[in-house]
């Protein structure tokens, strides 16, 4: 059964820095994408980019180049975001997903529960 | 690369359909066969419940189906049930592994 387990709830403060994980389970971690997804509180779904298993190699939406970084470890079938200064507009949930259902395709399949981030100024 | 567009509500009694809009662009819903579905309830993680535009995952009934006609693509839930209330997001591939979602559509049930 694949899974996608994330890291816990984490309250911040602004310029704080921060990583939360992604650890996956069920399959095999370097043949699947696993890409992120923001949710700001009562707001809808953003596309924050995404890494492949095998080699890292990682696709970042221009909304988010810069603001954060995306990187996994297929020895612990573990994928990350992290942030190196949180701003209060950071707070949000993020959803890791893997790519497809399959064995390819470009649905988002397998969702993560989600990591609430609280940022506070 | 801008939010698809979506309704912000709709509502339906048991038992009726619901058709939901994602209007999009050139450059993502008309591009190719790959505009996806979510359904996400409150507190939970978000579902897919259609891909490639018209196939569901195992599991997902078969009250929801979907389709695509230039740069819109519809979300069809039939025969409304209390538990189909929540968010749906259609979403939609763009090339070399990047998404826009739609703005979201909160479905009610009378």
């Known amino acids: 059964e694949v899974q996608l387990v994330q890291s816990g709830a984490e309250v911040k403060k602004a310029g704080d820095s921060l990583k939360i994980s992604c650890k996956a389970s069920g399959y095999t971690f370097t043949r699947y994408w696993i890409g992120w997804v923001r949710q700001r509180p009562g707001k809808g779904l953003e596309w924050m980019g995404i890494i492949y298993g095998s080699d890292s190699d990682t696709r970042y939406s221009p909304s988010f180049q810069g603001q954060v970084t995306i990187s996994a470890d297929k020895s612990i079938g573990t994928a990350y975001v992290q942030w190196s200064s949180l701003k209060a507009s950071d707070t949000a949930i993020y959803y890791c997903?893997?790519?497809?259902?399959?064995?390819?395709?470009?649905?988002?399949?397998?969702w993560g529960q989600g990591t609430l981030v609280t940022v506070s100024s | 690369q801008s939010a698809l567009t979506q309704p912000r509500s709709v509502s339906g009694s048991p038992g009726q359909s619901v058709i939901i809009s994602c209007t999009g662009t050139t450059n993502d819903i008309a591009r190719d066969q790959y505009v996806t579905w979510y359904q996400q309830n409150p507190g939970k993680a978000p579902k897919l419940i259609v891909y490639?535009?018209?196939r569901r995952p195992s599991g997902v009934p078969d009250r929801f189906s979907g389709s695509k006609s230039g740069n819109t693509a519809s979300l069809i839930i039939s025969g409304l049930q209390a538990e189909d209330e929540g968010d749906y997001y259609c979403?939609?591939?763009?090339?070399?592994?990047?998404?826009?979602f739609g703005s979201g559509t909160k479905v009610t049930v009378l």
């Open positions: 979403c939609s591939y763009v090339g070399d592994y990047s998404y826009v």
């Open positions: 490639d535009v018209t």
């Open positions: 997903a893997r790519l497809s259902l399959g064995y390819s395709g470009y649905e988002l399949g397998y």
